[in-house]
T-cell receptor, first 116, second 112 residues
Framework: DAGVIQSPRHEVTEMGQEVTLRCKPISGHNSLFWYRQTMMRGLELLIYFNNNVPIDDSGMPEDRFSAKMPNASFSTLKIQPSEPRDSAVYFC??????????????FGEGSRLTVL | TQLLEQSPQFLSIQEGENLTVYCNSSSVFSSLQWYRQEPGEGPVLLVTVVTGGEVKKLKRLTFQFGDARKDSSLHITAAQPGDTGLYLCAGAPNTNAGKSTFGDGTTLTVKP
């Protein structure tokens, strides 16, 4: 079975440009999470969805960041305009919900973003 | 906000040595996960512990969940270079809908 699929794997862009990161969760998983990882701050939760509905976006840094989940198999994280301090690896993770779920997350391989 | 503190932050040892990594919190978790992350990849689940006092073994790795479900440890016996990586613990307060809290991680380097 396919795992969580993220694209692009690498993106280099210039300050001020719009960046869109994409994620396809594992089929049947009802929760989707966006994390950001840096050396200084570790793994930070940005936002998570349950059944396509945003539940907690308190980790989203500022209005330049937005996330959508239009259906159960697709989510986007958009940064507009991008800034050098947004450079990081962005991970998407999914998790099944319901009876028997014990909280495990399944991560994609990440999108490494560099903003010049 | 529930916080998880991991120690040590960095660990460099020789092949064959034993080591223990700790994950501590003042909060109670319904479950706790340990992940291992290699460079250029996402974290991969190693184990989930759910019951206070629970001990799980995965080959040379032994995981323990504290009796009060606030802390956990990971012990590696006879470490090998292939064990090198970032080890992350994560606590889930509510497995059905809640968000997981991650520790800052322990970077382990095992030298041949």
């Amino acid at each position: 079975d396919a795992g969580v699929i993220q694209s692009p794997r690498h993106e280099v862009t210039e300050m001020g440009q719009e960046v869109t990161l994409r994620c396809k969760p594992i089929s049947g998983h009802n929760s989707l999470f966006w994390y950001r990882q840096t050396m200084m701050r570790g793994l930070e939760l940005l936002i998570y969805f349950n059944n396509n509905v945003p539940i907690d976006d308190s980790g989203m840094p500022e209005d330049r960041f937005s996330a959508k989940m239009p259906n159960a198999s697709f989510s986007t994280l958009k940064i507009q305009p991008s800034e050098p301090r947004d450079s990081a690896v962005y991970f998407c993770a999914s998790r099944p919900t319901g009876a028997g779920n014990t909280g495990e997350l399944f991560f994609g391989e990440g999108s490494r973003l560099t903003v010049l | 906000t529930q916080l998880l503190e991991q120690s040590p932050q960095f660990l460099s040892i020789q092949e064959g040595e034993n080591l223990t990594v700790y994950c501590n919190s003042s909060s109670v978790f319904s479950s706790l996960q340990w992940y291992r992350q290699e460079p250029g990849e996402g974290p991969v689940l190693l184990v989930t512990v759910v019951t206070g006092g629970e001990v799980k073994k995965l080959k040379r790795l032994t995981f323990q969940f504290g009796d009060a479900r606030k802390d956990s440890s990971l012990h590696i016996t006879a470490a090998q270079p292939g064990d090198t990586g970032l080890y992350l613990c994560a606590g889930a307060p509510n497995t059905n809908a809640g968000k997981s809290t991650f520790g800052d991680g322990t970077t382990l380097t095992v030298k041949p």
